[in-house]
């Protein structure tokens, strides 16, 4: 069966290869027939799924479980349309044009939006565009081919509703960001509020684990995606956000001085360091005050969201803001094996004893006897990864944001919330 469909995905490349040769086919559409049958002649060939080792791909590094989603400008009519999609694997035909141009007329002409007859103008000049309008974007593991504004429209209208709050100028500065989030479990909230924000157009993301279901109280997925390598999940959830942003994806998680190499080479503008690896928290540091960039940290200590800001950016600044000692440090960095007391005692010491609860430290002296792990909550993952977004927000704009360690107590909001009585004629 492979063999055959092997046989006929190359005749069919080669005869639409030698087709363009010899002039019979210069559309710009067969250059994206062309382009889609390469792509499954590939996947039939195994060559974009390396059992192991990492593959580039369109700018993106991943596992073989990742098949990298695909923007197409080229398709013209209707029927080109309906040609790609017999030729590839796609099931279903996405095409929100009539909210695109709604927006799109709001985003261009907000003083116009209760003009129905220039909306009504405006969304047919789009809709009489067809498939040509804008990018599609087909994505493999949702067997489907969706339809896109270009990317300077989509962006815009994505994060239209920041502005003023955060101006057009700003938000430009925030798109063009590099981001490095190593550790995808509480570092998957803290990736989700920052694309949404808009924050990066490049992210490199490190993790070697896979999604298990213990995972799910605290990252945004379901059953279907478990098993799944944590950046795969991300990197999904980030392509149907917004396509045109590259990514990097390292199964592998953190390898040492290929890593650190990989980063002095591709400089990040800030490192969210999100690992239970003692002693990579401690090599990500030493990177970050070679390459001057910031380091955000988010903790979730039971109810309590920590974040801890190092600004090697713009100052001198001890490792962990100087909760451990530089002996601690060095043997972190040494890669000694720490029992899991001594692990618990470093950990207790980074995020401040003061904000350990007895429940909390109850269960971690449990580990490995009643409980697998350390408890997490998702609530306080999801607080600490929107705090953490708007720190590295304002770090990247320019606002004085100090090294330092805040904490955030949910429990302790939700009791000092007072009743309020508003009255009808105050109320919006």
């Not at 993106?60 to 030729?87: C, P």
């Not at 339809?147 to 700003?170: C, G, Q, V, W």
């Not at 690896?277 to 540091?285: D, P």
């Amino acid at each position: 069966m492979l063999i055959s469909k092997v046989i006929k995905a190359g005749f069919c490349l080669c005869n639409s290869l030698f087709g363009s040769i010899l002039g019979k086919k210069r559309d710009g559409m067969n250059i994206v027939k062309l382009s889609i049958m390469f792509y499954n002649f590939l996947l039939e060939f195994n060559y974009l799924n390396e059992k192991e080792d990492s593959v580039e791909m369109s700018g993106t590094y991943s596992g073989s479980e990742w098949l990298n989603h695909r923007v197409y400008d080229s398709i013209d009519s209707e029927a080109d349309l309906q040609d790609f999609v017999k030729m590839g694997d796609i099931q279903n035909v996405i095409d929100p044009i009539d909210e695109i141009a709604d927006d799109m007329f709001e985003l261009h002409h907000p003083e116009l939006m209760h003009d129905e007859s220039q909306r009504k103008d405006y969304s047919r000049s789009i809709r009489e565009q067809g498939p040509s309008f804008g990018s599609w974007v087909h994505y493999p593991w949702l067997s489907s081919l969706v339809h896109f504004a270009s990317p300077e429209d989509h962006y815009d209208m994505r994060t239209y509703r920041n502005r003023n709050l955060i101006t057009k100028e700003e938000q430009m500065k925030l798109q063009l960001t590099r981001v490095a989030v190593i550790g995808l479990s509480v570092g998957s909230n803290v990736l989700d509020r920052l694309v949404q924000s808009g924050i990066g157009n490049q992210y490199d993301l490190f993790d070697m684990d896979k999604l298990s279901p213990a995972n799910l109280n605290r990252i945004q997925a379901g059953m279907a995606q478990v098993g799944l390598h944590k950046t795969t999940v991300a990197g999904r959830k980030m392509a149907e956000l917004d396509p045109f942003i590259s990514q990097h994806h390292f199964t592998n998680g953190y390898e040492g001085d290929t890593t650190d190499n990989y980063l002095r080479q591709n400089r990040p503008d800030i490192i969210i360091e999100e690992v239970d690896n003692l002693h990579v928290k401690a090599r990500l540091r030493q990177v970050a005050v070679e390459l001057g960039v910031p380091l955000i940290m988010a903790g979730d200590v039971h109810d309590k969201s920590t974040l801890d800001v190092e600004r090697h950016d713009i100052e001198e600044v001890q490792g962990f803001n100087g909760k451990l000692t530089d002996d601690q440090i060095k043997l972190l960095l040494s890669n000694r094996k720490f029992s899991d007391q001594e692990q618990i005692g470093l950990l207790v010491q980074m995020l401040g004893k003061e904000n350990i609860s007895p429940e909390l430290l109850q269960s971690a002296m449990l580990k490995g006897k009643e409980l697998a792990g350390i408890p997490q909550l998702g609530t306080t993952a999801a607080i600490g990864g929107a705090i953490a977004s708007v720190a590295v927000r304002d770090i990247l704009l320019g606002r004085r944001i100090p090294s330092g360690v805040n904490v955030f107590d949910a429990a302790n909001f939700a009791k000092s919330v007072e009743s309020v009585t508003i009255s009808t004629e105050t109320a919006l």
